[in-house]
């Protein structure tokens, strides 16, 4: 078999070392074939929550092969992001049950509100928007779901509690 990985200097990265040791622990105990760029670049996402240019050259210095190929893949899936995500994820469902139920006005909303775009972040990093496929809840749309958490027969006049809801808690959490 040939060898999984390369030896990489990992404090030449201006990353945050802990999480760069993890992720190189994690391709470490993989048994490195190219199809496994898929999976590295998911952990990597998970660990770090985007991939920044950076990381992208750290894995592909790891796995020996091109940078080139390494941010192909990035650019090519959806979900993968090179940007930082928010603190609070919001997520609107774009299937097509929800999108009939009005999807495309709940997004709209919440992209008013928030002045951003979907894929990208409000400036003070608090929130991200987000579109996704069909989440399994049809008998609820339209869906959002925000960090995790199911909204479901979302209306254009809720987008700005559920905001509100999100921006609360951190004033409460930070005023403990
Ligand atoms: S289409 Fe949105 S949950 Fe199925």
């Known amino acids: 078999m040939s060898p999984v990985s390369k030896e990489v200097e990992i404090s030449k990265y201006n990353l945050d070392q802990e999480k760069l040791k993890k992720l190189e622990e994690y391709i470490d105990g993989l048994e490195v074939k190219e199809g496994e760029l898929i999976n590295i670049l998911h952990e990597a996402q998970d660990i770090f929550g985007y991939l920044p240019e950076e990381l992208q050259l750290f894995i592909s210095r790891?796995?020996?092969?091109?940078?080139?190929?390494?941010?192909g893949v990035v650019t090519f899936y959806s979900f993968f992001t090179m940007e930082p995500k928010g603190k609070h994820v919001i997520s609107v469902c774009m299937g097509t049950a929800c999108f009939v139920?009005?999807?495309d006005k709940i997004l709209n909303e919440f992209r008013k509100l928030?002045?951003?775009?979907?894929?990208?972040?409000?400036?003070?990093?608090m929130?991200?928007?987000?579109t996704l496929r069909c989440v399994g809840a049809c008998g609820l749309a339209p869906v959002v779901i925000v960090d995790g958490k199911v909204f479901g027969r979302v209306k254009v006049e809720d987008v700005q509690n559920i905001?509100?809801?999100y921006s609360t808690e951190d004033a409460l959490v930070g005023s403990k």
């Open 163 to 165: 905001i509100k809801q």
């Open 114 to 125: 928030l002045n951003i775009k979907e894929g990208s972040s409000t400036e003070d990093g």
């Open 127 to 130: 929130f991200t928007i987000d």
């Open 101 to 103: 139920k009005g999807a």
């Open 62 to 71: 790891k796995l020996g092969i091109s940078a080139a190929k390494v941010f």
